[in-house]
Each structure stands twice: as C-alpha cells, then as structure tokens.
C-alpha cells in the first residue's frame, strides 16, 4: 500500500470515532522523517485515545501493519502513531492549540480530504 493511500484511509478510522477538525499535511519536500502529517482532534482523552486505537487496530488487523512507535496513548492528551512513511497525531483540541503544528508546518501543503467529518 502506498504512503498516501494508507494515511487516508487512517482518515477513515479516524472518522469512524468521530474525530474532527481532521488536517493532512504533505511534508515530504520538508522532511527526510516522513512524507505525510495527520492531525486529528478529539473532544476528551477517551475520544482521543480511542482514535488512536482504532487506527492501530485496523492497520493490525486489515493491513498487517503496525506502528513504528506510539507515544501518549496512556494520557490521552496527545498520541503520536509513528508509521514510518507518515505519522498521525491525535490530540485533544487545547492541546493542538498550544503546539501548533500547522504554524510549524505551514509550508507544507495540505491535501484536500474529500469525505465530511462527523
């Protein structure tokens, strides 16, 4: 499966769990660490944790694949599922704010995700 199709179809699972205000950044040109950022919210760090395991899940169990590295999946605030060509940060919304990926990353392009959040 290649890189962009997998990440969208994290968009997916991630919708499935109702996370919203979702953003796919292309940062390949910017970054030798990985090719795509998804940034997804979520209301509490059940929702959030629950996204999280969602995504992990169905890549376990529909595509054999499994994250390189998850941080903060314990504390629910911010969890970072490392899956080497791109990497899904699932955060509580104050969270995101106070972190600011997108200003970190506003060179990045964003690419457009066609199905509507929840």
Known sequence: MQAKEAVLRAVEYALDKKGFNLKL?????LSSLTDYLLLISGRSDRQVQAIAENIKLEFKNSHQQLPLAIEGMDQGRWV???YGEFM????QEPVRE?????????????????RTEA
């Open 25 to 29: 950044l292309e940062v390949h040109e």
């Open 80 to 82: 970072l599922l490392d």
């Open 88 to 91: 899904v940060h699932v955060f």
């Open 98 to 114: 106070f972190y600011d990926l997108e200003g970190l990353w506003s060179e990045a392009p964003e690419v457009p995700l066609e």
